[in-house]
């Protein structure tokens, strides 16, 4: 049995859902646990493989990057937004969602690489005050997509953190990189299917937001278009080409230490 790693997120049902329905045939017992500790357990052995945040990988020379899945945007992602009560070049204070660490990375470029800015951030737990005492706030995943459709009246702008990226890039940006422990070929093996559970994944979309959508209190469309136009499952070059961007500039941040390869588990032929 292999332990599979996941995250609550309606985004990355489609990379889970079809091994819970049984529509792929799999040797996986998926464990949910929020983002942000989904690299710690894939280093403890908690998890053999998981969805880990881009930066997490990054940090490292530990894991290996499955090919072919991610979890990824290209311009708009919808559920990585920043609330603001001013314009986003007047923002001096920002909280931040604790949970997040990739997006907290991706905010800091945006707000101090791409616009010169040097605010304070304060990390905190979505819910009422959330946004209280700080010039803006930054959301995330389920939470990010409801502030984004449900609470876009408490703040008077609403900026897309995707959006800015590929504004400033012309590249996607990958959030999360499927990994396993260099040198693991066990996992990489009982992997495989994997991709074709994305791919079965992506086909069952429609069925996925009938049942998340209620959930989330959203609207079918809105889950829709979040799942069907804003997230890309796959990791083609210009995504291998955001990450490698995405690498440099968390090292001009000083995020990460050094720039280390990027290394894909290549299955043997």
Not at 29 to 35: E, Q, S
Not at 117 to 137: C, M, T, W
Not at 211 to 222: T, Y
Request: hydrophobic share 40%; charged share 25%; aromatic share 8%.
């Amino acid at each position: 049995m292999i332990n599979l790693g996941a995250a609550p997120f309606l985004n990355m049902r489609p990379l889970i859902y079809p091994l819970e329905k049984g529509v792929v045939e799999h040797s996986f017992n998926v464990m949910y646990f929020d983002p942000f500790l989904l690299s710690e357990n894939l280093s403890q052995g908690v998890v053999d493989v998981a969805p880990i945040p881009s930066v997490e990988f990054l940090r490292t020379d530990d894991y290996c990057i499955l090919p072919d899945i991610s979890i990824s945007s290209f311009g708009k992602v919808d559920s990585v937004v920043l609330k603001a009560r001013k314009e986003i070049t007047e923002i001096r204070s920002v909280s931040v969602d604790s949970r997040s660490r990739s997006s907290t990375a991706l905010l800091r470029i945006v707000l101090e690489l791409f616009l010169g800015l040097k605010p304070e951030y304060v990390k905190r737990e979505p819910g009422n005050g959330f946004l209280e005492g700080v010039d803006a706030g930054m959301l995330i995943g389920n939470a990010g997509l409801q502030a984004r459709h449900l609470f876009a009246e408490e703040s008077a702008f609403t900026y897309d953190l995707g959006e800015l990226w590929t504004r400033e890039t012309a590249l996607p940006f990958v959030y999360a990189v499927m990994a396993i422990k260099k040198d693991d070929e066990a996992t990489a093996e009982g992997c495989k299917c994997l991709v074709s559970t994305r791919e079965q994944g992506v086909e069952l979309i429609s069925e996925i937001v009938d049942i998340e959508s209620q959930k989330l209190g959203l609207n079918r469309e809105q889950c829709l278009t979040y799942l069907q136009e804003r997230i890309k499952y796959d990791l083609d070059g210009p995504k291998i080409d955001g990450l490698i961007k995405y690498r440099d500039l968390l090292f001009e941040l000083n995020e990460i230490e050094k720039k280390n390869e990027i290394n894909f588990y290549t299955h043997p032929s």
